[in-house]
């Protein structure tokens, strides 16, 4: 399961994000962020107390990284542990998106 807070700052939005993003919680967890998309200019995913993402969540991630791209909008993950930086690395998504470790 993963739970989501918003912090709404004007046209920005911070998302503190918990749990593991993998196939059971990436299609809920993609339909919130799509539609917060929708509404915020800026949107920064906050991952403190994300310990895991699959496949499905970095495709998540993609597809709310084209989405803001394709609206003029800035897109950015904070607080990346070292195991999940690790899977972005690996994966090459820390080249296209603004990621930052703890």
């Known amino acids: 399961m993963v739970d989501i ?3 709404k700052h004007e046209k920005a939005a911070e998302l ?3 749990g593991r993003i993998d196939s ?3 299609p809920a967890l993609e339909k919130s962020l799509l539609e917060s998309a929708q509404l915020y200019d800026d949107m ?3 991952f403190t107390k994300v310990a895991y993402i699959s496949s499905a969540g970095l495709r998540t991630l993609m597809k709310l990284h084209k989405t803001m791209r394709g609206k003029g909008g ?3 993950i904070k607080n990346v542990s ?7 690395r690996v994966t090459g998504m820390n080249s296209l998106i603004d990621i930052q470790c703890e």
């Open 44 to 46: 920064t995913l906050d």
């Open 24 to 26: 059971i919680t990436a």
């Open 5 to 7: 807070e918003l912090r």
């Open 82 to 88: 070292k195991d999940v930086m690790d899977v972005f």
């Open 74 to 76: 800035r897109f950015a």
């Open 16 to 18: 503190p994000l918990s």
